[in-house]
């Protein structure tokens, strides 16, 4: 029996649970186009997969609404998969373990996938549901949207007849999202020159911190921990003499970064005012942060002296530069806009190796001017160290359309339903719509979705009673759009 059966709406999280036990982080997506085209086989559905693995279900209108034009209801298949700490998970293997707290749905020890897995699961319900009124509608489920978009980027607009799009992608009930940041992830490299020194190694470890989504929580003022090392190791410097071997944190370019690690090199003789140092470090940085990452810890552990592989001098120089440079949170707040981020970036990935130091951070702005604005302040400082920067991605703001029909349509079913007009807004984070704009001329969309908290971390959740009521907003929005 499903940990799920027993909670409304039953098809809804029926197909939940079932999607949450096939592997389903980005870039491992392929058990989940295989489920879909099954799904659409055994349900005599007309369906495409793509050779990247994206899938259409397309499914006929109800009676009465044969002549209603085409809408299309799309989300993501993929999750970003992420463990605490001391939690042993596969991905690849395990299914995700689904916990009931409260009017809650979490995930034992790990994410939740409730970003997007609760959009595959209302597209499934409606296309399982032959009771429902509905116009044609083209159920679109891509890959790949957490690492870049890469499914929406690759669908040929072909498949796609529809003009009229719903996406289910949003984490806050009651809004109604009508435009988003564009984005462009940048990779660094600046090489490294190495020694080998006799000393005493030394690991300290950051953690404890709520990291999250680095477009809706840009401007929480959440640690970057990623920066918080690189800052250590410069106030550091000040006090005693150390060499670093290798540096690392950050799972993802679009997740504020939740732990780091630096290993380095000491003379036996200043180990009490190293560990004297980081814990005066730590208790000044909860001072700080006070209010936003009070679970902040800083592990620092000792070894044995031997011989060590190190950063040459230079090298060290230049990596904690870099860390102590490059642009990192909220860059400019919109002054048209009110309370909203304009352009922000954030350090989501570093790492060093023998040769090279590489990090990966996500620009995010609604403006292409001042996001290239900020990747050339990120090249300017890389090429000033003899390094190299590469763009992997880059995708346009989804503009916002305040002559939508189909927002209008939205609003008066909400309206209808809940005596209030829902909030409109334009998102920090980046959604596929914007992909999709591009791609098939005159689309109308609109992003809805219930209420997820700490999306893309351990601690994300689900509320129930969040998805029974957008999900009943959702099926009179359909039985309204004749």
């Not at 079932?18 to 491992?28: H, K, L, N």
């Not at 009465?64 to 999750?79: A, K, N, P």
């Not at 208790?283 to 060590?308: C, P, R």
């Not at 990966?360 to 400082?381: D, G, H, P, Q």
């Amino acid at each position: 029996m499903g940990v799920l059966n027993d909670i409304e709406p039953k098809r809804v999280f029926h197909y939940f649970e079932e999607i949450s036990a096939v592997p389903r982080g980005s870039g491992d997506t392929q058990a989940l186009t295989e489920y879909l085209v099954q799904f659409a086989i055994d349900h005599d559905f007309d369906a495409i997969a793509d050779e990247e693995g994206n899938v259409i279900i397309k499914k006929i209108a109800s009676e009465g609404y044969e002549d209603s034009d085409v809408v299309i209801l799309q989300g993501h298949m993929d999750m970003v998969c992420a463990a605490a700490p001391g939690v042993k998970h596969n991905f690849e293997r395990d299914p995700i373990s689904l916990v009931v707290e409260g009017d809650y749905i979490k995930a034992d020890g790990t994410t939740l996938g409730g970003d997007d897995g609760i959009a595959v699961a209302y597209m499934l319900a409606i296309l399982d549901d032959e009771t429902l009124p509905h116009p044609p509608l083209e159920c679109v489920f891509t890959i790949d949207e957490e690492i870049g978009l890469l499914g929406a980027k690759a669908l040929d607009p072909s498949f796609i007849d529809g003009r009229r799009m719903i996406n289910i992608d949003s984490e806050e009930e009651g809004t109604l999202t009508a435009g988003c940041a564009g984005a462009l992830t940048i990779i660094t490299s600046i090489p490294v020159g190495r020694a080998v020194i006799k000393g005493m190694p030394v690991l300290v470890e950051i953690g404890g911190l709520k990291g999250g989504h680095s477009g809706n929580e840009i401007n929480s003022g959440r640690i970057n921990a990623n920066k918080l090392i690189g800052r250590y190791l410069y106030e550091l410097d000040r006090i005693i003499a150390y060499s670093l071997c290798d540096i690392s944190g950050g799972e993802k370019d679009n997740a504020i970064p939740a732990s780091s690690k630096a290993h380095f090199v000491i003379d036996e003789d200043d180990l009490d005012e190293a560990r004297k140092f980081t814990k005066e470090f730590a208790n000044a940085i909860k001072k700080e942060y006070a209010g936003t990452d009070a679970g902040l810890n800083i592990k620092f552990e000792s070894g044995h002296t031997h011989k060590v592989s190190v950063m040459d001098p230079d090298s060290q120089e230049n990596v904690i530069t870099f860390l102590m440079q490059i642009p990192d949170g909220v860059q400019h707040m919109s002054g048209v806009a009110k309370d909203a981020v304009q352009t922000s970036t954030n350090l989501g990935v570093m790492k060093s190796g023998q040769t090279q130091f590489v990090t990966t951070s996500m620009i995010r702005s609604s403006l292409t001017s001042e996001k290239e604005y900020v990747a050339n302040c990120i090249r300017n400082l890389t090429k000033y160290m003899d390094g190299s920067t590469q763009v992997s991605s880059t995708f346009k703001a989804w503009e916002y359309n305040a002559a939508s029909p189909l927002a209008k349509v939205m609003t008066e079913v909400y309206e209808e339903m809940n005596g209030k007009k829902p909030a409109i807004c334009v998102t920090h984070g980046c959604l596929e719509c914007g992909v999709f704009c591009e791609k098939l001329d005159g689309l109308d969309a609109v992003s809805i979705g219930p209420d997820i908290e700490e999306i893309h971390t351990p601690n994300e959740r689900l509320s129930i009673p969040s998805v029974k009521r957008t999900w009943d907003y959702l099926l009179k929005v359909l039985a309204s759009l004749k």
